[in-house]
């Protein structure tokens, strides 16, 4: 049994934290974020002491899991720093990052040299144009070169993420997979999360079921259900005679809420106790009204625990139900 002391209303017990550390990305993915986001200021941004801070009043509380995201995360000043002080904490079980792998063909080394254990890599398209479109920039290249040292790096798991949009890029789900077979990569594929406002595409329409993923895959490979876990919501499945793991992350018509084990802290500092709810608790001003005071922080998040929703209500229709993009919060 776990032996966090972040317990829920619900009886959920708080062992994985996603830790924001910037709300800016080199991409402008169309389901993420629009093109001429307006970011926050620098100074509104948590530093990387209090980064930190954050992440050591959730280990001492019990967390054993944290990934880094962003925005892109890698864009970060200063990032490794952070990293290696996190890779340092023998009580953490797992410190994965996830990123849309523009910067990897540089940095994977000294990620990996951190302390890092896994990544997870945003990969939508493996057609150059389609790629361009989706992210509104042409850099796949540099993203499939990103993977390529990730895996000379020696990760423990690389994993793929794919979220698939009826019309737009669900043709390529069986070219993902077999692209991730032929690495031996792992990958999930995301429902679309109804989060922000987007004008590219109306989401009742573009809405494609993990059910109707996995048929796909099944045309061309046999899965088998698998009991690999990660922390996270993905299910798993492993492609018969590979290495591969097939996920899927399923909002909207396979609930998680009922074994949810985490929550996110963005990089302005709020706790995001769910997803799917505008509720937060503002963890910055309490660390900046009292510098160094751990057990204030530490009474604060297991106090804010007792608000944590039962579940989320996202729907498949064109309302938002959160009005904030996936890029400010973590993903």
């Not at 579940?311 to 959160?322: A, K, L, S």
Request: aromatic share 6%.
């Amino acid at each position: 049994m776990s032996d966090s002391k972040l317990v829920d209303p619900f009886g959920r017990r708080i062992t994985y934290l996603r830790l924001s550390v910037t709300d800016r990305c080199d991409f402008r993915c169309t389901y993420c974020m629009s093109e001429d986001m307006i970011f926050a200021p620098r100074s509104h941004i948590l530093s990387l002491e209090e980064l930190y801070a954050v992440a050591d009043a959730f280990i001492g509380l019990g967390v054993k899991r944290i990934r880094i995201t962003g925005g892109e995360p890698l864009v970060r000043k200063g990032l490794t720093e952070l990293l290696e002080r996190l890779g340092a904490r023998s009580e953490l079980e797992d410190l994965a990052i996830t990123t849309n792998g523009s910067q990897l063909y540089k940095l994977a080394p000294a990620l990996r040299r951190a302390g890092v254990r896994r990544l997870n890599v945003s990969l939508d398209s493996l057609n150059p144009q389609r790629f361009a479109e989706l992210t509104r920039r042409d850099r796949l290249e540099r993203v499939l070169e990103g993977i390529d040292a990730a895996k000379a790096a020696g990760f423990e798991r690389i994993k793929l993420n794919s979220v698939i949009q009826k019309g737009r890029n669900d043709d390529e789900v069986l070219d993902l997979v077999d692209f991730a077979v032929a690495r031996g990569l792992d990958i999930s594929f995301i429902e679309e999360m109804p989060l922000g406002n987007v004008a590219s595409h109306e989401r009742r329409i573009t809405f494609c079921s993990s059910d109707e993923v996995r048929e796909r895959i099944e045309q061309r490979h046999t899965l088998v259900r698998s009991s690999h876990v990660t922390g996270g919501p993905s299910r798993y499945w492993q492609v018969a005679g590979t290495q591969t793991q097939v996920g899927f992350i399923s909002p909207h018509s396979h609930n998680f809420c009922g074994s949810c084990n985490r929550v996110r802290v963005t990089a302005e500092g709020k706790l995001v106790l769910c997803l799917g709810h505008e509720g937060a608790l503002d963890l910055k001003q309490l660390m900046r009204s009292h510098p160094g005071d751990a057990e204030r922080l530490r009474n604060a998040l297991v106090e804010a625990l007792q608000l944590k929703p039962e579940r989320h209500h996202f729907r498949t229709d064109e309302q938002v139900q959160v009005v904030r993009f996936m890029s400010m919060t973590g993903g």
